[in-house]
């Protein structure tokens, strides 16, 4: 089965830095896409950033609240993705959830649980 | 790139009322090869992830209510809910596959539907 897990949330100081993982098993690394979305207290959900597959160029894109403070990399060895998080603020407090799909079948994004993030 | 613009931000309607949200695409998401739209209906719970409802602009998928339907081609798209019960409050989603895989790039506030 696939499925998505996500670690390393907490507390951090505003300046602060703090690395979420997210396990994505059951895919083959060549052809998953990895991503993260956040949801602060009371607001929508924001695209944070995207790892493409290797079948795409396995480059990342950020958004711009996130960009040159964000970075994501992956560790094909542990079908692992990280969210390395530098220069945090009060504004990215927020439950960050990772999600991944396969190249096969677009539709069928699979979701981890979330998990939270404070920065305070 | 491909935006993705809902309308209205918001809405309340009463239940057992018809709810319409509009989405309407930069660029077309039809594909001239298989003459289908890579347009996907996703709806949003409190501490969930996203659900797919409807699938190339107009397929229900399993498990989802016939008061839920899709339409439209190329760029303009609609989602309606024939008679809105409680449990569809939520917040609902428009997203292209086209060319990049849902909520992998930036996207919109979608639409809040609430109980008037």
């Known amino acids: 089965d696939v499925q998505v897990v996500e670690s390393g949330g907490g507390l951090v100081k505003p300046g602060g830095s703090l690395r979420l993982s997210c396990a994505a098993s059951?895919?083959?690394?060549?052809?998953?896409?990895m991503n993260w979305v956040r949801q602060a207290p009371g607001k929508g959900l924001e695209w944070v950033g995207r790892?493409?597959?290797?079948?795409?160029?396995?480059?990342?894109d950020y958004a711009a609240p996130v960009k040159g403070r964000f970075t994501i990399s992956r560790d094909d060895s542990q079908n692992t993705h990280y969210l390395q998080m530098d220069s945090l603020t009060t504004e990215d407090t927020a439950v960050y959830l990772c999600s991944a799909v396969s190249d096969k079948y677009w539709l069928g994004v699979i979701w981890g649980q979330g998990i939270l993030v404070t920065v305070s | 790139d491909i935006v993705m613009t809902q309308s209205p931000d918001s809405l309340a309607v009463s239940l057992g009322e018809r709810a319409t949200i509009k989405c309407k695409s930069s660029q077309s998401v039809l594909s001239s090869s298989t003459n289908k739209n890579f347009l996907g209906w996703y709806q949003l719970k409190p501490g969930q992830p996203p659900k797919l409802l409807i699938s190339w602009a107009s397929t229900r998928e399993s498990g989802i209510p016939d008061r839920f339907s899709g339409s439209g081609s190329g760029t303009d798209f609609t989602l309606t809910i024939s008679s809105l019960q409680a449990e569809d409050v939520a917040v609902y989603y428009c997203h292209q596959y086209y060319d990049i895989p849902p909520f992998m790039y930036p996207f919109g506030r979608g639409t809040k539907l609430e109980i008037k």
């Open positions: 059951g895919f083959a690394s060549n052809d998953v896409w």
């Open positions: 790892i493409k597959s290797k079948n795409y160029g396995g480059t990342t």
